[in-house]
């Protein structure tokens, strides 16, 4: 991810091949992710109603013509799965809303997609807690959580690929102009006219490279 910004006005639609390829492959797999968690859920709790919901973490051994037993999650069990998503889907919003960052999209919509991953993302992970001390939201607020938070690894994925491949096509045929890169990571300022804040100056293409020799530059 540094790699693409520190390129001065790389945007995902001036990648190369392999990039192309690469980014294409990781985030297909994202989808593919999105689909198996939502099976993963609908199998484990028996579908995506609050009963279901509930029934995910308080069990339904009481129930004695239930098809099929749920055990109730102990509270270790609970953290066991907050612990194992906390990190892995936390890595995987910030991936993909860095890859989005690299679109034409405004500040406003991309600012509003890492927004509702992440809060969505404590939704899920605060939710099982609710369940297990019957909070009357807990089933509401689980199944928002997940929604939204498959939404935007959904919505972010597409816009990457979109951009990929079919964006630049659209616009030529519309006779649009290619957007501009992002802003950079370091504005320039008066204070630091090279824009980062360690000192070091943006390099400029037209500029002479300071070590090749004299008679060259």
Request: with cysteine; hydrophobic share 40%.
């Amino acid at each position: 991810m540094t790699r693409f910004f520190k390129q001065s006005g790389f945007t995902l639609a001036r990648a190369n091949p392999s990039t192309r390829v690469l980014l294409t492959l990781f985030l297909c797999t994202v989808l593919a992710g999105c689909l198996v968690a939502l099976l993963q859920y609908s199998g484990k709790s028996g579908g995506f109603s609050s009963d279901d919901a509930l029934r995910w973490i308080e069990g339904n051994e009481q129930d004695y013509e239930a098809e099929e037993i749920y055990p109730q999650k102990s509270p270790r069990e609970i953290l066991a799965i907050v612990h194992d998503h906390i990190f892995s889907l936390a890595l995987l919003l910030f991936v993909v809303l860095h890859l989005v960052e690299l679109t034409p999209w405004a500040e406003t919509p991309k600012i509003s997609l890492s927004l509702i991953g992440y809060g969505s993302l404590a939704l899920s992970l605060l939710s099982p807690w609710g369940l297990h001390w019957q909070w009357p939201f807990a089933p509401l607020t689980l199944r928002i959580g997940g929604a939204g938070l498959l939404l935007v690894l959904a919505t972010g994925s597409l816009a990457c690929l979109d951009e990929l491949w079919w964006a630049t096509r659209r616009r030529k045929k519309t006779g649009k102009k290619e957007p501009a890169a992002p802003d950079p990571l370091f504005p320039r300022n008066r204070d630091n006219p090279g824009g980062c804040p360690l000192g070091h100056t943006e390099s400029n293409p037209d500029d002479p490279d300071p070590s090749a020799p004299d008679e060259i530059r």
